[in-house]
């Protein structure tokens, strides 16, 4: 009988998934392992999709996506981000930021080649890299002075001459880190210096609050490099517009990159959905003061969760500048699944093991602080109680 390719079955289930799949059979879970706000999209979303379609937009478009969608993106990264970008060269729009990511990685590298992937990390990335028969190496962030910074040294050790490919997430999930101005032109630099793509995810450049007002972004490397760099950047409209069900994303890159990518497109999904993309035109267009009402609660809420956190003995929680997440570490963990499967069974808590991040992960586990705060909570409060 025919097996299963051998390739497919190296990919290893998410340990998030694992342990929500536990929790889904229980009641009164207190979920807070995904990543996702659980508020709704928004109405203005929502019936900009209804329009689309009343108007006719439940046909096939362009591989790359709707031209207007990629203007709006274009005009979107020149008002945020003072950055020019082609819309028919460099834009192609996705269904999710996880096919973008997908997508930037499977034409960058060769089976054989490897990827240097900056950890903790949402595993998508690594298991891209592997569903491309590509080789991984992890590198962990180093935690000092209560940031995680870029270990640039161990960068340097990892790179091998497969290596093809540099995957970085800022903000980071799960850390919440932001990478620094110093810290970007470090990457660009090793990317340029030893002849590598460097892929930024940059899913959670709005949910920022270190920034000199709410709703400034984060830096996109964008900023940094010239067109012609060997650089990806993966986005997404879930986070900032409350968007994750309606599968809507983008990459963008240089533009030989984004040409295969179109091409790829047509055989994997052969574009987003016609009239989701016109309600992200729309989400681009609106979207500002609901994102702002939004980062304000994100902002309470996380700091909600440093200060029930705080004092706790055995624990080190990294105050996060982005994302809506908070990893803390607790002394002498050494199996992070174990504790969070206890951790749900005993007090209908959910949180995310750290070892579904990587190396680096474990020790640590993650609280998506997006829910609200009746749910926050009392979830703080007996994950609190647990640990003393």
């Known amino acids: 009988m025919p097996a299963v390719a051998s ?4 990919i290893p289930q998410s340990g998030i998934r694992q342990l929500a799949e536990i ?3 229980m009641d009164g879970v207190l979920r807070l392992y995904f990543g996702e706000s659980n508020l709704p999209t928004p109405d ?7 329009r689309a379609m009343e108007e006719g937009y439940t046909f096939y478009t362009e591989n790359a996506g709707l031209p207007s969608l990629r203007s709006a993106i274009a005009a979107h990264y020149r008002r945020l981000q003072a950055v020019e970008l082609d819309p028919a060269r460099e834009i192609v ?9 997908n997508l930037g990685i499977r034409c ?22 592997m569903m491309a028969n590509a080789v991984v190496r992890d590198v962990p962030h180093l935690l000092s002075g209560g940031r995680y910074r870029v270990d640039f040294p161990a960068l340097e050790a990892a790179v091998t001459p497969r290596t093809r490919l540099l995957v970085y997430t800022s903000p980071s999930n799960p850390l919440g880190w932001v990478a620094t101005a110093e810290e970007q032109r470090g990457l660009l630099r090793f990317a340029r ?3 590598l793509w460097l892929l930024a995810d940059e899913v959670y450049d709005r949910l920022y609050y270190s920034g000199a007002s709410l709703g400034e972004p984060v830096p996109s490397i964008l900023r940094l490099a010239t067109r012609d760099d060997a650089v990806i950047v993966v ?7 409350c968007m994750t069900g309606w599968r809507l994303g983008w990459l963008v890159a240089r533009a030989d990159l984004a040409a295969n990518a179109t091409r790829l497109n047509e055989f994997i999904v052969s574009h987003a959905p016609s009239f989701a993309q016109k309600a992200g035109e729309t989400a681009l267009a609106e979207g500002e003061p609901e994102l702002l009402r939004m980062l304000d609660r994100l902002k309470r809420n996380r700091d909600l969760c440093l200060e029930a956190l705080h004092g706790i003995g055995g624990l080190t929680v990294p105050a996060p500048d982005g994302a809506f997440y908070v990893f803390p570490r607790i002394d002498g963990l050494r199996d992070s699944f174990t ?17 579904a991040f990587g190396e680096g992960g474990e020790g640590s586990v993650r609280i998506c602080y997006a829910a609200e705060q009746s749910i926050l909570e009392p979830a703080l409060e007996r994950f609190a109680k647990f640990l003393r």
């Not at 504790?339 to 070892?355: D, I, K």
Request: hydrophobic share 40%.
């Open 235 to 241: 986005q997404s409209f879930s986070k900032a517009y």
């Open 44 to 50: 203005y979303i929502k019936q900009a999709a209804i």
């Open 93 to 101: 729009v996705t269904a999710s930021g996880v096919q973008a990511l």
């Open 193 to 195: 210096r030893h002849g």
């Open 339 to 355: 504790f969070c499967r206890r951790l749900l069974e005993e007090t209908r808590v959910g949180l995310a093991p750290g070892s």
């Open 7 to 10: 390739s497919v079955r190296i």
């Open 108 to 129: 960058a590298l060769d089976p054989g080649d490897e990827a240097v992937v900056l950890t903790p990390a949402w595993p998508n990335g690594s298991c891209s890299v």
């Open 23 to 25: 929790a889904m059979s």
